[in-house]
Nanobody, 130 residues
Framework: QVQLVESGGGLVQSGGSLRLSCVASGGTLDYFAIAWFRQAPEKGREALASISTHLGQTYYRDSVKGRFTIASDKAKNTVYLQIDNLKPEDAAVYYC??????WGAGGYTLDPNIGLYPFWGQGTQVTVSA
């Protein structure tokens, strides 16, 4: 059973940067699609970016392209989300999620259906001050 733990959130000024981490235990993340989601108060969970861990291919939601970067470190069983030029509207709880993905689809599409991801972390809070 894969367990995911996010970290790296915090309070950042608008225009600043953060790197969120998603560490997996209980199994390797190889041949998985790992996606980052976020959820702001009173809003639905929004899919942001996805990576195919064995291909290294990435896919982004249009609205975050250029500011968000997803990357994986197989040796550390960790997936990162770098967020640059933070804006107040980026404030949310950020989650990582995983699903088995032997064909690498996670690198070519971003599936927003949260029901397709059986493994979730507990989330990490990002707060952005104006």
């Amino acid at each position: 059973q894969v367990q995911l733990v996010e970290s790296g959130g915090g309070l950042v000024q608008s225009g600043g940067s953060l790197r969120l981490s998603c560490v997996a235990s209980g199994g390797t993340l190889d041949y998985f699609a790992i996606a980052w989601f976020r959820q702001a108060p009173e809003k639905g969970r929004e899919a942001l970016a996805s990576i195919s861990t064995h291909l290294g291919q990435t896919y982004y939601r249009d609205s975050v392209k250029g500011r968000f970067t997803i990357a994986s470190d197989k040796a550390k069983n960790t997936v990162y989300l770098q967020i640059d030029n933070l804006k107040p509207e980026d404030a949310a709880v950020y989650y990582c999620a995983a699903r088995a993905d032997e064909w690498g689809a996670g690198g070519y599409t971003l599936d927003p259906n949260i029901g397709l991801y059986p493994f979730w972390g507990q989330g990490t809070q990002v707060t952005v001050s104006a």
